[in-house]
């Protein structure tokens, strides 16, 4: 499976161009049939599956989040590009072996996610459901040249209707297609067992057990084919994996990628060295924070005190928002107003200035994310840390929410069933949007500062929109002198 690193590494786009001759890749659609044979870097089996999981995290947070198939569309587009890019045939001129490397990272991509997700019920279904969004995705967006050949290459049972048979049920079809003519539509009949939903829609005509089908319709069938063939390799898979005699290296890191979809890395814009942000700040920002840290926030003003865990991930936390190390230490000096000089000096200090890589290894911390806090040890009892969507109950987290102004019966509603099904990161994303009704977001939240930095982006276009129209009102003002 694995081969030694090479000397040099490749950039995200280059892929290593070191691309196998024992697979060729004629269509960049892919029912993903034969398994990749040839041997991989680990750094590659690595990088190639999070940035396919970062893909299918954000098709899934998008699907759960009810967006339209048109913003859907828009989304997968952006992050394929980004992480997952798959050029056509035609593009071969200009991108030579680039076209291969690309398929290559596709193909091997998939098949890495398959060894991951093919454990459970559950994770197998997470895992059609969003390779079934993307590869909808690029279906329809293909060149009518090249889909024709991927489905040539197919072999689906299905065959075309003549003209004398449309015309001998010219009726019949006509009825089952709820449109006015049928003159310009072309068909072909499958099985009926293989159009479930069309059957559902009474989209089809059915006669002799079979459904005539309209070419225009035809993604359907290509979409239950590929969902059938993908359970079925699924469960054989599934199978076939305590069985692998594979590396040693292979299992911790399937492990780990099974734990969840990755959602983009998220880079703090904030420089924490400087002075952006000040202790005095830190009330009246408090009100951008996200739920996870404004419950230890509050939490802190009124115990004055937190435990080592709350203090790491509330502490870079604010790091991440540009408070620096000596401010740092004026506000956790301040909020730990029932201890000495001393003992905070003793017990206190060097936690601040180890944070920001002043003390000890002194490595440069970042902010927790979303994925760290989840995984994350959870809080015990008198403790406030972790996230408050996975780590509290009904009732507790309605009366947080209900500080936040969400006490709406839809809003809660559509909170804890994200929560049941474990999208936390979903129910944030739900909770930012509702305390932010104009604003719709095109990612979900994977991280507390990328929370902050969008609320406050609004917070900030709104005081410019509120100065705007108060300069515009005094232009219109008249002086009447009595």
């Known amino acids: 499976m694995f081969k030694r690193a090479k000397t040099k590494a490749a950039t995200r786009r280059n892929f290593g161009l070191e691309v196998s001759k024992e697979t060729d890749y004629p269509t960049r659609l892919s029912f993903y049939i034969t398994p990749p044979r040839s041997e991989i870097t680990v750094e590659d089996f690595q990088r190639w599956a999070i940035d396919r999981l970062i893909v299918?995290?954000?098709?899934?947070?998008?699907?759960?989040?009810?967006?339209?198939?048109?913003?859907?569309?828009?989304?997968?587009?952006?992050?394929?590009?980004?992480?997952?890019?798959?050029?056509?045939?035609?593009?071969?001129?200009?991108?030579?072996?680039?076209?291969?490397?690309?398929?290559?990272?596709?193909?091997?991509?998939?098949?890495?996610?398959?060894?991951?997700?093919c454990r459970s019920e559950d994770l197998r279904a997470r895992f059609i459901r969003t390779e079934l969004a993307l590869f909808k995705q690029r279906f329809l967006q293909d060149d009518a040249q090249e889909k024709a050949q991927f489905l040539d290459s197919l072999d689906l049972d299905w065959s075309a209707v003549s003209a004398a048979e449309k015309a001998e049920l010219h009726?019949?079809?006509?009825?089952?297609?709820?449109?006015?003519?049928?003159?310009?539509?072309?068909?072909?009949?499958?099985?009926?067992?293989?159009?479930?939903?069309?059957?559902?829609?009474?989209?089809?005509?059915?006669?002799?057990?079979?459904?005539?089908?309209?070419?225009?319709?035809?993604?359907?069938?290509?979409?239950?084919?590929?969902?059938?063939?993908?359970?079925?390799?699924?469960?054989l898979t599934a199978r076939a994996l305590p069985r692998l005699d594979e590396d040693d290296r292979?299992?911790?890191?399937?492990?780990?990628?099974?734990?969840?979809?990755?959602?983009?890395?998220?880079?703090?814009?904030?420089?924490?060295?400087?002075?952006?942000?000040?202790?005095?700040?830190?009330?009246?920002?408090?009100?951008?924070?996200?739920?996870?840290?404004?419950?230890?926030?509050?939490?802190?003003?009124y115990q004055h005190h937190l435990k080592h865990t709350e203090r790491l991930q509330y502490g870079l936390f604010l790091k991440g928002i540009g408070l620096n190390v000596e401010e740092a230490l004026v506000f956790w000096r301040q909020s730990f107003s029932t201890v000495n000089d001393d003992k905070f000096a003793k017990e206190y200090r060097y936690n601040v200035r180890y944070n920001y890589g002043l003390e000890g290894s002194r490595k440069n911390y970042k902010p927790y994310s979303c994925q760290q806090i989840l995984t994350g040890p959870p809080p015990?009892?008198?403790?406030?840390?972790?996230?408050?969507?996975?780590?509290?109950?009904?009732?507790?987290?309605?009366?947080s929410l209900s500080k936040l102004g969400i006490s709406d019966s839809k809003t809660l509603k559509d909170v804890n069933e994200s929560i049941a099904t474990k999208h936390y990161h979903v129910a944030c994303t739900k909770v930012f949007e509702a305390t932010n009704p104009d604003v719709v977001l095109n990612e979900s939240i994977s991280h507390p500062n990328m929370y902050f930095s969008k609320a406050m982006g609004i917070a900030h276009n709104d005081a410019q929109k509120t100065e705007h129209q108060e300069v515009d009102n005094s232009d219109h003002r008249v002086e009447i002198a009595i």
């Open 250 to 301: 292979l299992i911790p890191i399937l492990t780990h990628l099974s734990k969840g979809f990755v959602a983009p890395e998220y880079t703090s814009s904030a420089d924490a060295n400087s002075a952006a942000v000040t202790a005095a700040q830190i009330p009246t920002l408090a009100a951008h924070f996200p739920l996870c840290m404004r419950v230890m926030h509050d939490n802190l003003q």
């Open 56 to 117: 299918l995290g954000e098709i899934e947070s998008a699907i759960y989040r009810n967006k339209t198939q048109a913003e859907l569309t828009s989304l997968i587009k952006s992050l394929t590009d980004k992480y997952l890019p798959l050029s056509s045939n035609s593009s071969r001129t200009l991108k030579g072996e680039l076209v291969e490397a690309e398929r290559r990272k596709d193909h091997y991509s998939h098949f890495i996610l398959r060894l991951a997700f």
């Open 171 to 235: 009726d019949k079809l006509l009825a089952a297609s709820g449109t006015r003519s049928i003159e310009n539509e072309s068909y072909f009949k499958v099985d009926w067992t293989k159009v479930p939903d069309l059957i559902a829609m009474r989209k089809v005509y059915l006669h002799a057990g079979m459904a005539y089908v309209p070419v225009s319709e035809q993604f359907s069938l290509i979409s239950a084919e590929y969902a059938n063939r993908l359970v079925a390799a699924l469960e």
């Open 380 to 399: 015990g009892a008198g403790q406030c840390h972790g996230c408050p969507y996975k780590h509290f109950g009904k009732e507790a987290l309605a009366a």
